[in-house]
């Protein structure tokens, strides 16, 4: 009988959690939100990467000339 009773409640445990967690979540933000974001993150990546970048190549290219000193 206490196995029944156990077996029972487990059952409804089993049901309860299962269907919270089958509930579906509302984001907190659109997709189409969350994808212009990163497109803005990415664009700011990127050109964050070419002025480091740029700014690398800059002395090189001073540095590159060889002149003769007179």
């Known amino acids: 009988m206490i196995r029944t009773i156990a077996a029972a409640l487990a059952a409804v445990v ?11 979540t ?8 969350r994808k212009e974001t ?10 964050a990467k070419k002025a ?10 001073t540095s590159s000339t060889t002149a003769t000193p007179k």
């Open 38 to 47: 990163a497109k803005e993150r990415k664009a700011a990546k990127k050109a």
């Open 14 to 24: 089993f049901v309860a959690f299962s269907a919270i967690a089958a509930e579906e």
């Open 26 to 33: 509302q984001p907190t933000t659109t997709d189409a939100a």
């Open 52 to 61: 480091k970048k740029a700014k690398k190549a800059a002395p090189a290219d």
